[in-house]
């Protein structure tokens, strides 16, 4: 069984945008040397073009193949580099909420403890404590509910691919 994997955002996307740079430069390069193939061929008319033609085709085989898996590892890392971003955002709204939750606590703490001091303010207190523990509640469900999409957002990468294995380079 695979198993999940961390990295540095930064450093992924970096290595994404080399890969992509990397692939369209060898890309125009390779469409310069077809073309010049391209003109040799149409003028090249001796015994030495029927032993280089089986090489050039090769080569162009090879050629094709790394960049079929070029794509797909830059496909995949740009799954990679989504998913890590998908949980970063769900991480950062669980800790905002969890600092929500923080703040609501403290603000019962100092409703209680008004209340205890100051008996005239009870009843205001007794609304606002209720209030702040419906707020609580509240912040308690929606916690729950993100902890799922976390959850589910791991699920999905190793659902959408069977197994977050990197594409296998042939050798």
């Known amino acids: 069984m695979a198993q999940q994997t961390s990295f540095d955002l930064d450093d992924a996307k970096s290595l994404q945008t080399q890969l992509n740079s990397f692939s369209g430069i ?8 077809l073309n010049q193939w391209a003109k040799l061929k149409s003028s090249w008319n001796d015994e030495q073009f029927n032993q280089f ?3 050039f085709e090769r080569l162009t085989i090879t050629y094709e193949k790394s960049v079929r898996e070029c794509n797909e590892y830059e496909y995949f890392l740009a799954e ?5 971003e998908e949980k970063k955002s769900k991480l ?3 800790v905002t909420d969890t600092r929500k939750k923080a703040v609501a606590t ?3 703490g100092a409703a209680l403890v008004a209340m205890v001091t100051n008996p005239k303010a009870q009843i205001d207190v007794n609304q606002q404590v209720n209030k702040l ?7 308690q469900s929606e916690t729950r509910e993100k902890d799922i999409d976390i959850n589910s957002v791991s699920k999905k990468f190793t659902s959408a691919s069977g197994s977050p294995d990197p594409p296998k380079l042939s050798e």
């Not at 523990?133 to 912040?139: F, I, P, T, V």
């Open 92 to 94: 950062g709204d669980l």
């Open 53 to 55: 033609e089986p090489f």
């Open 133 to 139: 523990y419906s707020y609580q509640n509240k912040l």
């Open 26 to 33: 060898f890309q125009g390069e390779w469409d310069h040397v």
């Open 106 to 108: 403290v603000q019962i």
């Open 80 to 84: 990679q580099i989504k998913i890590i």
